[in-house]
């Protein structure tokens, strides 16, 4: 577990080599790396927090969480001090990632929260007492090298465009369209579903937050306070709480790092994939990076998988492991 810690921060220590000579960057804009590392840390520990609350409310309440939280659960999760504790880590991730970002560019802070995914897996081993067997290194390696390429390769070929309304319009019906799909799909199969499904929901849904986070500041700083901005800002709040929700779900039927797996590589990977293709970011790039796009995302989404086939706590619930007993 050491060498694979130690392998991913090399891998991205090499990648922010390149960026600060691309990019020469100022000694203050440097206070943006720690301060994302320790955004990180507290996202590993935050989404462990939170997922021992989640269980031992599934416990108290003999109810799981997994095909949805009732207000039971609700109330009981407000008064476990671990998922509160949680909560407010993750919180304060949130702030040191804005925080990060005001120092230094996006493309330098973005891929240090793949750090996050193997801190938590290996924190999860030694609380869980779980060995980490070869296939499941291996998924957390996919992870950690797909995002860090896809990510670069972005770095290099693309650059940002102006936030017009139009593009806000067309991201705001996408997200509409994404999220009828995602509630339907929970409503009628939240019985069956899987911790991938709210995995890569979660996923999907803080990519879409945080591309509006992006268009609200874009229009603070233009000072349009239009009433597109406060639609996007409803839409953030809606995305937000929805992303909690499937958060919550996948606790209950999935470990701590596969959780993360969804904020640190889906997240990035489609809101990466909203810049290029709503707000053409690539359209300048060589076809070569496309492919590169293409390939790199494959990678890191069969990680997730993989993650997902070959961690032995998907699937065990808290109420099961409670009544073996």
Known sequence: MTVLLFSSVITLSGFLANTVDVFELEPKQFLGIPIALAGAILMSFGTQYQS?????VEVITKKSAGSGLSLSHVFHLLARPSWVIGTVMLGLAVVLQLGALSFSPLIVVQPL??????????????????????????????????????????????KDSPVRDIHIVVILVIFAAVTAVLMFAYITLRYRAYAIFYILGAGVLYAFVATFAKTIIAKVQQGEWDPLMWLALVALVLGAVLGMLFVQNAHSSGPPDLVIAGLTVVDPLVAVLIGILVLGEAQHAPLWAIFVFIGAAMVACLGVLGLAKFHPQVGKSALAEDDAD
């Open 113 to 158: 929260g793949v750090v996050a995914l193997v801190i938590t897996s290996i924190l999860n081993a030694r609380i869980s007492g779980i060995e980490m067997s070869g296939a499941l290194k291996t998924a957390i390696t996919l992870c950690v090298t797909g995002i860090v390429v896809f990510v670069s390769v972005a770095a290099f070929t693309t």
């Open 52 to 56: 021992r609350g989640l269980n031992k």
